[in-house]
């Protein structure tokens, strides 16, 4: 760690703030002038694009106050706020988030500048939302450290320095918040670090003596597991979460978060007989519980967790489990867990002719996924779809056609879009026609899969008659599949003209939340093939401007004519800011503030040919 910052000179602030100027307009900075820390947490923040210039500081209203940490600090805060009281200091707490919980200020004037940058209880000061500052750096660093004036990211708080040192739990060593002292620029010393250390340390103290027996006697428990086997072991209770090095290399952070919920519901219930559950890697793991006894009531257990091979599994599981190996479903690709879960969840509802209701966002491939399972299984049978949002289309939602394939027709599988959209009248009727067809064709009844965005109370009579629903996830939630769904829709439009995505446009692509999923993906390419480029590899300039920037905001028509004037100059200057601004009659300054207002992503390598001042070379 380094040393508590010298007192700085007028000359030594200037110097940095010019330094913070360059950093910030993508210019090179001499280590001589930042100390290291800072210059990480300032590429750390740029990282997260955190807006230099403008305050989106996220909040919670009403944070949790009863937390161990909470009620450890409170006295020892008070006893040193007593302490300082009339000096310009102020005295804050955060949870590991780097939200405040508490603040005490002694100083009227300091007190009104920090609600006005919003460094007050249920706001987050944690450095990928406000960069670099006392509390955030501290706490992603897991170290102490001192910001003062210009060493903030943030130009609004430049006016400050701040100390801050995160609290880890004496048992666990986790960490469980933040310490921080808060003065004027003009007023910090060496001392303010000293002082947050002093603050942090009587804290961990303090935590330690609450933590009391009901901790000792649970880490007791779990080291005396430990020792006596070599699987993966856990222990929790409502405050501690204690988790050997086997569970942490062979359970991913998805599955960790299920197990631990289920072990906390049985040991609620106080249950003692091994549960078996499938994980969502597709993993069967065995748990074994051991409540933990102090003064005379469970006060947390011990979690024995064993791996199940398929092999045990198969007499023991109350039902099979399918592995989730890649599959083929024709007109489908991807391969992340998420999505191979759900299409592994499909197939088997059609192999076991269970009628299934396909549910999740617009765009996310329900029908394209109803339509492989069936493929696959039976290619050459047919398969029926009516659109129950579409009532002029040739496949029109017509009762009396749904209702001819139920009851006589020769379609093999029949798929109902958007049932969700039908009125409670028509809901009833559908259900009621489902029930006769199978009174009367029995086991004869063609395969009925239904499309909806989200399940109502109305459907409550239709949903009867459905074994299973399976949740289409967004396409947000399995990006690793983005790349594969590019190379799959690119060659299905250019018609495997070898078309390909530049690495720097792979890179937007994946900045994108993709709201509108597999299928906004697939216009923005049709889009670019049909107006940009049929045959080699794309590049930035042929995406639409909206791909070019990371979303915090809805602009208005103005806003949105400013921000792809900005973004066609900085494609036309290879991501040269100062010739950007040029071309455009603006001053460096206002076109830095509007990227990071609007979001926009400059092309790589803009900031070396910023440094060297060369223009960029152009075909």
Known sequence: ??????????????????????????????????????LASWWRSRRSEVAADNMMVPYVRNPDLDLPLARSAHPIMHRLAEQLDGQPISLILTDPAGMVLRRLTGDADLQRHLEHVSLAPGFSYAED????????????????????????????????????????????????????????????????????KTAADQIKQALLTDSGVRELELFRAYLQACRRTTGMVLALNNDVVIMNDLARQLLDPTDQAVL??????????????????SLPSGNLVRLSYRPVRGEGHVTGGVVHVALIKPEDSATEAPAP???????????????????????????????????????????????????????????SERIRVFDAADTTGPEAYEFAAVNGELTGGDAQAIVIRHVDQLDSANLIALAGAMQQ????????????????????????????????????????????????????????????????????????LQRSTWPGNAEQLYRVLAGVVQHHRRTGSIQPGDLPPDYHVV???????????????????LLLTGGNKAEAAKSLGMSRATIYRRIHDYGIVTPDGAAEREVRGASPVRS
């Not at 060593?173 to 002292?181: E, I, M, N, Y």
């Open 551 to 569: 979303s915090r905001r809805p602009l208005s028509q103005i806003e949105a004519i400013e921000r792809d004037a900005i973004v066609e100059s």
């Open 321 to 379: 489990q399918l592995p989730l190996l890649r599959m083929f479903l024709p007109g489908l690709v991807g391969s992340g867990p998420v999505w191979l879960r759900c299409c592994h969840e499909a197939d088997r509802a059609y192999a076991a002719g269970e009628w299934l209701i396909l549910s999740g966002e617009p765009g996310v491939g329900k029908l394209a996924l109803a339509r492989a399972v069936h493929q696959r299984h039976n290619p």
């Open 260 to 277: 631990l919920r289920r072990a906390a519901e049985e040991l609620a219930d106080g249950r003692r007989v091994p549960v078996q559950l």
């Open 129 to 196: 939302r406000v960069g670099t500052n006392g509390i955030g750096t501290a706490l992603a660093d897991g170290q102490p450290s001192h910001v003062f004036g210009h060493e903030h990211f943030a130009e609004y708080l430049e006016d400050l320095a701040c100390a801050g040192v995160p609290i880890h739990h004496p048992i666990t060593g986790k960490t469980v918040g933040a310490v921080d002292l808060t003065c004027w620029r003009k007023d910090a010393g060496p001392l303010l670090t000293a002082l947050a």
């Open 437 to 508: 067809a199978r009174a009367e064709r029995g086991t004869e009844l063609p395969w009925v899969a239904v499309t909806q965005e989200q399940s109502t109370p109305e459907m409550e009579p239709l949903r009867a008659l459905f074994a299973s629903t399976v949740e289409v996830p967004p396409l947000r939630h399995h990006m690793e599949d983005l790349r594969e769904l590019v190379s799959f829709f690119l060659a299905r439009l250019s018609r495997g003209g070898g078309l390909r995505c530049s690495h720097e446009v792979m890179h937007l």
């Open 1 to 38: 760690m380094e040393n508590a910052p010298r007192t700085r000179t007028p000359a030594d602030q200037q110097r940095l703030a010019q330094a913070r100027v360059r950093f910030l307009t993508s210019e090179h900075v001499e280590p001589v002038d930042v100390r290291d820390t800072i």
